[in-house]
């Protein structure tokens, strides 16, 4: 049996035998600072009921949810297990960009004159849309003429990124969400079809909102009988010319009037932008002696005038509520440093985004953002992370506009049929094949507020029933920590 240490060296051990549970206590900290995963048992019992409906493994779901103003989880799910967020990814793009390029930002596009070209200088307004593109136009008449007597040169040299294809998320190349960043983006690179059937004749006609230089659309497309089911597919669009896109197919007359946003296919990087302008440069009166062409502005040019887009929450509030993934692109790339002097590149911008979530919460290793928008199947992020990001945004300044970017749970956009807190809950909302997310703000009846993020990765993740687990998620949070005495849940603590 070994000796006993005697009274001196038990003395003398006495300050490291006090310290060393401390010790203990942040080493093990630091190797598990949260926990692995909260039981099924541990949730709240809508929730599991939700996954039983669906038919879900709760090893499908990570959710983090506690209160806005900070403080520990009430709720913790695998919180640093890494999820695919879809577009709730452009919730950390939007904090981002309101910590970094603060509220009153805008996007400008700068009009100049070398010689007896005209240059249209972009920066990456998403916000030029075909309702906006006639007034720059015309405040470019209105400080250089109407007249140029040379070529108006597309200067789009703000970003420097790789060839963008259209057709490589899913092969929709026609889909405005696949639509690529530009820095002279102009009018989402897309038209909008209308069209109204016209029964006396047997036809539907075709609107276009936007004209194009050199393209004539259809004017009209034969009705058919029929149901209105996958109508687009029936129309049979075919871009082979693009100076004459036919619909070589027909148009279910049940389906009424109906709208049709496209992605127009122009292989040339400027070639939608240089079409678009053109066109709408002459329909004001402009006269053009030569051509409109993509180049770089000349030394010496000299600054005529400036456009300016919608400040910054204006874009986000159109990025989140309607979920779009050009605006968030060009608003990650807004964060790239270094402009206007060089160009935004996605590393730049990555970098800016993944410092700033390393400073406000998040560890090394629970963010991958790819563009920014969730339209991405290498970007990930853990639910701890992301309601770290929303507890500090909470406290920032600009807080309200962040929260006025988010869809209302149960009345807005994406979150209308968010139905179980529905009008007291601002959440953004993310959909992939095999991904379902919410993450933002829920107001609960005591007046508090709570950061929820909740991911499901599931190949069921697409069905109303997966929608119904993160529906009761949102209800929990703002009905049951409202109430007084003990919660029916027992969520492991959010450790330091």
């Known amino acids: 049996m070994p000796a006993l240490p005697s009274n001196r060296l038990r003395a003398g051990l006495r300050p490291l035998l006090t310290v060393l549970p401390l010790l203990l206590a942040t080493t093990s900290c630091s190797v598990q600072a949260e926990p692995a995963a909260t039981s099924v048992e541990a949730l709240p019992a809508g929730v599991r009921a939700a996954l039983e409906r669906a038919r879900i493994e709760p090893g499908a779901l990570s959710a983090w949810v506690a209160p806005a103003e900070g403080g520990e989880a009430r709720l913790a799910l695998r919180p640093v297990d890494m999820a695919a967020p879809a577009s709730v990814m452009k919730l950390v793009t939007g904090i981002a960009a309101l910590d970094r390029l603060g509220p009153v930002f805008q996007w400008p596009t700068t009009v100049l004159a070398a010689g007896p070209d005209r240059i249209l200088r972009g920066s990456g307004d998403p916000r030029l849309t075909a ?31 790789p060839a963008h294809d259209p057709a490589a998320f899913d092969g929709q190349p026609l889909r405005p969400y696949n ?3 530009d820095a002279l983006m102009v009018a989402h690179r897309s038209v909008m079809l209308t069209l109204r059937p016209d029964p006396t004749r047997g036809v539907a006609r075709i609107a276009v909102d936007l004209p194009l230089a050199s393209v004539q659309w259809p004017e009209t497309v034969p009705l058919a009988g029929g149901d209105c089911q996958d ?9 082979a010319d693009l100076s004459r896109p036919r619909l070589t197919g027909s ?7 109906r709208s049709w946003p496209i992605a127009f ?49 204006e874009v986000l509030r159109d990025m989140n509520k309607h979920s779009n993934n050009m605006i968030a692109q060009q608003v990650l790339l807004a964060l790239a440093p270094g402009q206007p002097a060089q160009p935004a590149t996605f590393e730049a911008a990555r970098a800016e985004v993944q410092a700033l979530a390393l400073a406000r919460g998040c560890r090394e290793g629970e963010l991958v953002i790819d563009n920014g928008s969730g339209l991405s199947r290498q970007e990930r992020i853990t639910p701890r992370c992301l309601g770290r990001l929303l507890q500090w945004a909470w406290r920032q300044p600009w807080m309200p506009e962040l929260l006025a970017s988010l869809p209302v749970a149960g009345i807005e956009t994406t979150a209308r049929r968010l139905t179980g807190a529905s009008g007291r809950a601002h959440l953004k909302t993310g959909t992939l094949d095999g991904v379902a997310a919410i993450a933002g703000y829920v107001h609960g009846d005591d007046g508090r507020r709570h950061a929820l993020v909740a991911i499901l990765n ?8 997966a929608r119904a687990v993160l529906d009761e998620i949102v209800r929990w949070a703002a009905d049951d920590l409202a109430r007084p005495g003990p919660l029916a849940l027992s969520a492991p603590k959010d450790s330091p």
């Open 265 to 313: 296919p122009d292989p040339l990087p400027a070639g939608f932008a240089a079409r678009a302008i053109e066109a709408q440069w002459r329909a004001l009166g402009g006269r053009l002696q030569g051509r409109v062409r993509e180049g770089l502005t000349p030394a010496g040019a000299t600054v005529l005038t400036e456009w300016r887009s919608p400040v910054l929450p």
């Open 131 to 161: 309702e906006r593109l006639a007034p720059l136009l015309r405040q470019a008449m209105d400080a250089g003429g109407a007249t140029i007597d040379g070529d108006l040169i597309l200067d789009r040299s703000a970003y420097a990124l």
């Open 231 to 239: 109508w687009r597919a029936q129309l049979a669009p075919d871009f």
């Open 251 to 257: 148009f279910p007359a049940t389906c009424g009037e």
């Open 179 to 181: 639509v690529g960043p």
């Open 458 to 465: 599931h190949p069921k993740a697409g069905g109303a029933q």
